[in-house]
């Protein structure tokens, strides 16, 4: 199952199953993250020996602060995107366009099949529009933008696919949080901002009683979202992009889940793909319906 990867060009379908996506996906952040060379040749079972030997060489994690620090506030913009899959003659998605602030929570909802998983998958870079743009606009103290728009990172995305929790590779919870990170000794200094990273998202997402041997699949499904939103916040992404975060859940996991939601939107911009309506209706600050043949339009939620 050699497969040929591109960190900043992955055509998912082609990535056999959802599994395999999950797991790749994470270890492409991983790899860019720590600017390891790419295309990649590997297989699943290569996996953990390549991230042990290969990312021994350097290691340059990532140590800036999220965007808006410059700037009065920045906003994600999404303009007029087209997606047609390469060697299809079908545009899923069909002149998207969008922008939402940061520190605030948008909902993409609407049919199935309508596009809103292919538009996730663009926004995390995992997929590359066939044309449009996708990018940070800045704006000064005086409301202005900035004349030059920042590119939205792919390695400055987080995202967490649906069921993340069947995605698991470690068997305790600190190995799940670190997988794809170096295995290498020395540099204490790093070591020291890792740790401080780690322990701050285990705290931000709530985690911080949970023992770190833990098997991450003893864990509740509400601890086990949580887990799966620590793994992407360690570090502070420009954009937390979220498919269908409740399905699955109990009443009260769901309920737990929409909490972590409503104080993590304090500090991060979050874009959600859901069809649980009513129970996000609370925290959401702006919302759009996909519609079949992969338009949106900016629409209040329909509960
Ligand atoms: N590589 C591809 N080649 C051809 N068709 C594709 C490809 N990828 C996705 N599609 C099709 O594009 C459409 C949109 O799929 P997508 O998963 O984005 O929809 P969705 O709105 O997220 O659906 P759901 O709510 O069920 O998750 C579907 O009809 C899907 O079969």
């Not at 704006?139 to 698991?168: H, M």
């Not at 470690?170 to 170096?182: K, R, T």
Request: proline letters at 5%.
């Amino acid at each position: 199952m050699a497969k040929h990867l591109d960190s900043h060009h992955v055509n998912l379908p082609n990535v056999e199953s959802a599994q395999t996506k999950q797991i790749v996906y994470r270890f492409i952040m991983a790899s860019s993250t720590l600017a390891l060379s790419s295309p990649l040749h590997w297989t699943k079972f290569e996996l953990s020996s390549f991230i042990c030997n290969k990312s021994r060489s350097r290691f340059n994690f990532r140590r800036t602060q999220a965007v808006g620090i410059s700037c009065h506030y920045s906003c994600l913009e999404v303009k007029d995107v087209y997606y047609r899959p390469p060697g299809t003659q079908l545009n899923i998605l069909n002149g998207i366009s969008f922008s939402l602030p940061e520190k605030s929570f948008g909902l993409i909802f609407g049919q199935s099949g309508s596009g809103k998983t292919t538009l996730l998958q663009l926004l995390a870079g995992l997929s590359k529009p066939t044309s449009g743009s996708i990018y940070i606009k800045k704006y000064r103290n005086d409301d202005k933008p900035n004349e030059s728009p920042d590119s939205l990172l792919a390695e400055r995305v987080g995202i967490v696919f649906q069921f993340p929790e069947r995605y698991f590779v470690a068997d305790n919870v600190l190995d799940e949080v670190i997988f794809g990170w170096p295995r290498q000794s020395g540099d204490l200094q790093l070591k020291e901002y890792l740790t401080l990273n780690l322990q701050r998202a285990i705290n931000w997402v709530g985690l911080g009683g949970i023992s770190l041997d833990k098997d991450p699949h003893s864990l509740s499904g509400g601890y086990k979202r949580r887990l799966a939103l620590a793994i992407q916040l360690v570090q502070i992404p420009d954009l937390l992009i979220l498919d269908e975060p409740l399905a699955g859940l109990d009443w009260k996991a769901r309920a737990d889940v929409v909490k972590l939601l409503k104080h993590l939107k304090k500090e991060l911009t979050i874009l959600v793909v859901s069809h649980d309506l009513k129970e996000l209706a609370t925290i959401v600050d702006q919302s759009w319906r996909m519609d079949m043949g992969g338009t949106l339009r900016e629409e209040p939620l329909p509960v």
